[in-house]
């Protein structure tokens, strides 16, 4: 007998390179700019900005989580939306690449805060979103990624004085 999808929300994820995701999910959970949310079948209308985050997948009583950047996720009765810039799976991440867009984004921000302070220059929001992909990816590492992942980001933390 073939399960029923009755009380499963579509999920589609796309970045501009490609779609993500497609597939019918129990429970998505999201981090917006107003908090973490879930989402499931049946849920109100919504239009949610996304921030840098972790995204859990709740399907068949399994978790799968991916990282998910800056976006907007499109809430329906039957669908999620979301369109990042960025979605990533765990073993998907790099964690050298993650490390060094964090010492990037750190310097670029000492940066643009003494500018801020000296010349009165804004702040641009790329080195802060930069920042917070990279803590979103380290994050999932953390959560979900291999022993050798974890192991690495562990060790480069350490290296590079990460906490």
Same mark, same amino acid.
């Given at each position: ?5 009755s009380?499963?929300? &579509? ?23 107003? =908090?973490?949310? =879930? ?7 919504l239009v ?9 997948? +709740? ?15 499109e809430?329906? &009765?039957e ?7 960025s ?9 050298s690449?993650i ?9 670029k921000?000492?940066?643009?805060? &003494?500018?801020?302070k000296?010349q009165?220059i ?8 930069m ?7 380290? +994050?999932?590492i953390?959560?979900m990624g291999n ?11 350490e290296? +590079?004085?990460i906490?």
């Open positions: 007998m073939a399960e029923s999808n009380n499963k929300i &579509r999920l589609v994820v796309v970045t501009p390179y490609k779609t993500f995701y497609d597939d019918m999910v129990d429970i998505i959970t999201v981090t917006s700019s107003d =908090g973490e949310f =879930g989402v499931m079948f049946g849920h109100s209308p949610a900005a996304l921030k840098p985050g972790v995204c859990r997948i +709740h399907n068949d009583g399994k978790i799968t989580m991916f990282s998910c950047s800056e976006g907007y996720a809430i329906t &009765r669908r999620v939306l979301i369109i990042c810039n979605a990533e799976w765990p073993e998907d991440i790099v964690i690449r490390v060094n867009a964090y010492i990037d984004a750190s310097g921000i000492k940066e643009e805060m &003494r500018l801020k000296e009165g804004e702040m641009t929001s790329d080195s802060i979103n920042l917070a992909r990279s803590k979103a990816r380290m +994050h999932l953390e959560l022993d050798s992942q974890k192991e690495r980001l562990a060790q480069l933390r290296e +590079h004085g906490s």
